[in-house]
């Protein structure tokens, strides 16, 4: 059983940092790309970032390019997603998705976090 739960999020002013964590339970962790994806409210999911099972790869969506930083601690069972420079339409739900295959994420068979906030004020 995999369980995994974000945590980091809240409010900041625009141009400030906040630091998403999270942590995963099961043993396929180690050997499973994770990203990180994030939904505002009348908007469809969106991906942000992601990172290869062993953090030899990261990918990014355009509009966090620069200003996120995805990376991983196998050994924690743990996922990071630094935000610097935040923007207010960075206002979202995260989410973290853990996939099945040691390079993507895929969506549609991925496991879950339940999601954390994240509120940039202008």
């Known amino acids: 059983q995999v369980q995994l739960v974000e945590s980091g999020g809240g409010l900041v002013q625009a141009g400030g940092s906040l630091r998403l964590s999270c942590a995963a339970t099961?043993?396929?962790?180690?050997?499973?790309?994770v990203g990180w994806f994030r939904q505002s409210a009348g908007t469809e999911r969106e991906f942000v970032a992601s990172?290869?099972?062993?953090?030899?790869?990261?990918d990014y969506a355009d509009s966090v390019m620069g200003r996120f930083t995805i990376s991983r601690d196998n050994a924690k069972n743990s996922v990071f997603l630094q935000m610097n420079s935040l923007k207010p339409e960075d206002t979202a739900v995260y989410y973290c998705?853990?996939?099945?295959?040691?390079?993507?994420?895929?969506?549609?068979?991925?496991?879950w976090g339940q999601g954390t906030q994240v509120t940039v004020s202008s």
């Open positions: 099961g043993r396929t962790f180690s050997w499973s790309a």
């Open positions: 998705a853990l996939g099945r295959q040691s390079h993507r994420v895929g969506v549609d068979d991925a496991y």
């Open positions: 990172i290869s099972w062993n953090g030899g790869s990261t």
